[in-house]
């Protein structure tokens, strides 16, 4: 086997963008970033939470309506 081929491995800090939370887990990087955690993707909360850029969601809901006529 070749020696020295293995990446090295970390206690990375990962910290959500969404919410703010923290944690650690075992990566070969040692910083992670990530947009959605547990403690915020709708899946985990039961809630629905809608990022709205540029009114796109209200003219989805606009055009929904309109078909559902």
Known sequence: MKADIHPTFHQAHVRCVGCGNQFTVGS?????????????????????????????????QKRLERSLR
Not at 31 to 60: L, M, S, W, Y
């Open 28 to 60: 070969t990087a040692d910083t992670i970033q990530v947009e959605v955690c547990n403690k915020c993707h709708p899946f985990f909360t039961g809630t629905q939470n809608i990022v709205d850029t540029a009114g796109q969601v209200e003219r989805f």
